[in-house]
């Protein structure tokens, strides 16, 4: 028993992709409206008392499966800027599906007065039932698909963070050590680097880390500069690729790649710390790391 509840914990600590924004949050949406509405119109889940309807009953599906996508469309705007989404877990996906459902029911509740002719509308009674409802409906199949989907990220990131590892060149690269200079916005900070030496340019606030190979270890050194802006200025390292919106990595410098449902975790030699290959950063890495 112990070992079940063990192994539950480590599975909802699991890493896992926000997918609540941009594209992904409009097209959650418009799917949110349509299997809604011909779950509710063909199904027919719960008791339907037509009598009481004030509009076509296909009106009151449309109404439903439409207010569940705008709440949920909301609730995601405003989540988005509290969100760490390097700390996003499976847990936290779940929390956060259960906080939708639970305003997907409450909004469902405030509808009853437009779309229902009942004199009991506004009670107690219909909030804990169309907030259980939706719950009964929604929790079943989102937390389903969301652990299907979390098992094929993981599954299909794994197997090719493990291709890209047994396929990873070994040969020595030719280096000409001709020192690459770095510009910082305080010109008495600037400082030379050899190219073929840098590991991995990470970002800190205002700040970039820049860690090179210094015989057995990693020489860390700091520059008041952006990400961006020093991508720039190492642009022509042929194997560098930016992985994540905080790193640029040198992938000659890759010793391991493990795969998760949010993408690739790199280990370089000499690193005391992992980098992450967020998924929209997958293919670029790839193409880098061939």
């Keep these: 028993m112990l070992c079940y509840i063990y192994?539950?914990?480590?599975?909802?600590?699991?890493?896992?992709?926000?997918?609540?924004?941009?594209?992904?949050?409009?097209?959650?949406?418009?799917?949110?409206?349509?299997f809604g509405f011909t779950f509710d119109?063909?199904?027919?889940?719960?008791?339907?008392?037509?009598?009481?309807?004030?509009?076509?009953?296909?009106?009151?599906c449309l109404v439903h499966?439409?207010?569940?996508?705008?709440?949920?469309?909301?609730t995601?705007?405003?989540?988005?800027?509290?969100?760490?989404?390097?700390?996003?877990?499976l847990w936290r996906e779940f929390c956060?599906?259960?906080?939708?459902?639970?305003?997907i029911g409450i909004g469902s509740f405030l509808w009853r007065e437009v779309i229902y002719d009942n004199p009991n509308n506004v009670s107690l009674r219909y909030l804990i039932e169309e907030v259980r409802n939706t719950f009964l409906v929604g929790?079943?199949?989102?937390?389903?698909?969301?652990?299907?989907?979390?098992?094929?990220?993981?599954?299909?990131?794994?197997?090719s963070a493990q291709q890209i590892s047994s396929r990873k060149a070994t040969e020595e690269h030719a280096t000409e050590h001709r020192f690459l200079e770095?510009?910082?916005?305080?010109?008495?900070?600037?400082?030379?680097?050899?190219p073929e030496q840098l590991i991995c340019a990470k970002a800190d606030g205002n700040y970039v880390e820049f860690y090179s190979q210094n015989g057995s270890h990693a020489q860390k050194q700091v520059a008041r500069i952006s990400l961006s802006e020093a991508h720039e200025q190492l642009k022509n390292i042929p194997k560098l690729v930016k992985t994540h919106r905080a790193y640029l990595v040198n992938t000659q410098h890759v010793q391991k790649v493990e795969g998760n449902a949010q993408g690739y975790q790199l280990t370089c030699k000499n690193l005391d710390f992992k980098i992450p290959v967020s998924r929209t950063n997958l293919a670029q890495f790839k193409q880098a790391i061939g």
Excluded at 65 to 74: G, Q
Aim: aromatic share 16%; net charge positive.
């Design 182 to 194: 770095i510009k910082t916005k305080v010109s008495a900070d600037d400082f030379q680097l050899l």
């Design 96 to 103: 956060f599906l259960a906080l939708c459902l639970l305003l």
């Design 41 to 60: 119109y063909f199904f027919e889940p719960f008791n339907v008392a037509r009598s009481e309807h004030t509009i076509p009953y296909w009106g009151i």
């Design 7 to 34: 192994a539950s914990m480590n599975y909802l600590k699991a890493p896992y992709p926000f997918f609540h924004q941009g594209k992904e949050l409009i097209k959650n949406a418009l799917l949110i409206v349509l």
């Design 76 to 89: 995601s705007l405003i989540a988005k800027p509290l969100i760490n989404e390097d700390q996003w877990k």
């Design 65 to 74: 499966s439409s207010s569940a996508a705008s709440i949920y469309l909301f």
């Design 139 to 159: 929790s079943l199949i989102l937390f389903f698909i969301t652990t299907i989907n979390f098992r094929l990220l993981e599954g299909k990131n794994r197997k």
